[in-house]
């Protein structure tokens, strides 16, 4: 693999007459390496709610990027399986840690002038507590959750609303997801669909959704986001 972004179908858009000026991210999988704290929640709310038997978390974890009671659905899981999972997500937030390159990403897109929003799956009030653990809720303009649009990814309404209350630019707008429901939800919503390849996503999968362009770290994205001029 290249270590550099790569074009992947259509080109970056505006890429030769509008940088980019604003970066919507999704959280779990592309910011914060959550993995091992959602299996341990995600067990501990199966034995909890259905009992014995082997948690479908790989399952699970190829629904990541949709609104927990949706995967529940899509799974034919209780919907009581939402309280404890929430419980314990809260309870281990601490064990949640940044994947490398992030902080310092986050902080040079900012002193460029970028404008940077958080989409995610997670609720808007735990996605907001997480980043306060974290450290760096301050570096975004807008977070968001998907109980705070009707219509969660792969729908984009998450993204069209991150944009609006950042005044963004279509144009000059980046979603960077590791999830095909990301990708989905930034072309629904007109801008550049960035796969993020440094987690745990199923990269064939990725891959054949065609993303416009391939990051495999995260310090690649600052190729794309030159230093934001005024008018």
Not at 46 to 58: C, K, Q, R, T, W
Not at 93 to 106: I, K, N, Q, R, S
Not at 109 to 119: N, P, S
């Amino acid at each position: 693999m290249t270590s550099h972004p790569i074009s992947h179908g259509a080109p970056l858009s505006g890429a030769s007459t509008a940088p980019v000026t604003s970066v919507v991210f999704d959280l779990d999988g592309v910011l914060v390496n959550s993995f091992a704290v959602m299996r341990e929640a995600f067990t501990l709310a199966y034995a909890e709610v259905v009992g014995e038997g082997e948690p479908p978390f790989e399952e699970y974890n190829r629904h990541l990027g949709r609104y927990f009671p949706d995967i529940m659905r899509i799974m034919g899981l209780p919907l009581e399986m939402e309280a404890p999972f929430v419980r314990e997500s809260y309870r281990l937030a601490h064990l949640v840690e940044m994947f490398d390159g992030v902080p310092e990403l986050l902080s040079e897109l900012r002193h460029r002038g970028l404008r940077l929003a958080v989409a995610t799956g997670k609720s808007g009030p735990r996605a907001r507590s997480l980043l306060d653990t974290l450290g760096i809720r301050g570096q975004f303009h807008v977070v968001l959750g998907s109980d705070e649009v009707a219509r969660p990814k792969p729908a984009p309404d998450i993204v069209l609303k991150a944009m609006d209350l950042m005044d963004a630019d279509p144009d000059r707008t980046v979603m960077v997801g590791d999830a095909v429901t990301d990708l989905a939800s930034a072309r629904g919503a007109g801008i550049t669909a960035v796969a993020a390849m440094w987690g745990e996503t199923d990269e064939k999968t990725l891959l054949a959704a065609e993303p416009d362009v391939i990051l495999h770290k995260p310090a690649e994205l600052l190729a794309l986001c030159p230093e934001v001029t005024a008018p």
